[in-house]
């Protein structure tokens, strides 16, 4: 699901703390992968660099059965995110972010029904 990018500054709604937290946590979550990534790409062994908000961002979505295949799709799915991060543009960047939370949002409805 694609999402225009013009909506994403957020003026015709207030978005409540719950989910200023969530996508504060992806936002994060998305730099910093894409930072390691980078990293990892010139030669760094960055296994000691990571720093994993998974946790907390799927708790605070609602996933309450956090099995190995969802770890493994949100693993997955934060790398082809985090691909898309631009680190100069923060526009894009919150772009990304909020597509990421409605692909967290698919996921949990589709582990629920």
């Known amino acids: 699901m694609q999402i225009d990018p013009d909506t994403q500054i957020f ?3 207030k978005l409540s703390t719950h989910q200023d937290l969530i996508l504060y946590l992806i936002k994060n979550e998305l ?3 894409r930072f390691i990534n ?3 790409t010139i030669g760094f062994d ?3 660099f990571s ?3 998974g946790t907390a961002i ?15 799709w949100y693993h997955d ?16 960047t919150r772009a990304v972010s ?3 939370y409605i692909a967290l949002r698919i996921k949990l409805h589709t582990e629920q029904g």
């Open 98 to 100: 909020f597509d990421f």
């Open 58 to 72: 799927l708790s605070l979505m609602g996933f309450k059965n956090r099995t190995d295949t969802l770890w493994e």
């Open 46 to 48: 960055t296994s000691f």
């Open 51 to 53: 720093v994993e908000l």
């Open 77 to 92: 799915t934060v790398d082809l995110y985090a691909a898309k991060v631009s680190l100069d543009d923060h526009a894009t």
């Open 31 to 33: 730099l910093n992968t």
């Open 11 to 13: 003026p015709q709604f």
């Open 38 to 40: 980078q990293l990892g």
